[in-house]
Nanobody
Framework: QVQLVESGGGLVQPGGSLRLSCAAS???????MAWFRQAPGKEREFVAV???????YYADSVKGRFTISRDSAKNTVDLQMNSLKLEDTGLYYC??????????????????WGQGTQVTVSS
């Protein structure tokens, strides 16, 4: 288990940008690090994952707009979000685990979660 703390959420207009950050209590190089989000009334959904081998995967809905990156020296994983849309609104969670490709989009694959940071895209 590792403690995760997200930051960087806020209110932004459509087309704007935000950068989320997740700080881990242990060296995050030992884990696959992911971002999920949950909109009101919907299930938590996969956004992106940065694997320990430095390969990254994204949900189709954010591909080309979001970028996940990690800094092993700082034990952080960031999510740069550009060209934000109304449908990107939600509570964004950081997660850590040791995943396999076939289950990387499933919440049960990850053993540690942060409390979430709110992202609201509104005009």
């Amino acid at each position: 288990q590792v403690q995760l703390v997200e930051s960087g959420g806020g209110l932004v207009q459509p087309g704007g940008s935000l950068r989320l950050s997740c700080a881990a209590s242990k060296p995050n190089s030992a884990y696959d690090m992911a971002w999920f989000r949950q909109a009101p009334g919907k299930e938590r959904e996969f956004v992106a994952v940065h694997r320990r081998n430095n390969i990254k995967y994204y949900a189709d809905s954010v591909k080309g707009r979001f970028t996940i990156s990690r800094d092993s020296a700082k034990n952080t994983v960031d999510l740069q979000m550009n060209s934000l849309k109304l449908e990107d609104t939600g509570l964004y969670y950081c997660a850590a685990g040791s995943i396999i490709l076939s289950t990387m989009r499933q919440t049960g694959t990850y053993h540690s979660w942060g409390q979430g940071t709110q992202v609201t895209v509104s005009s």
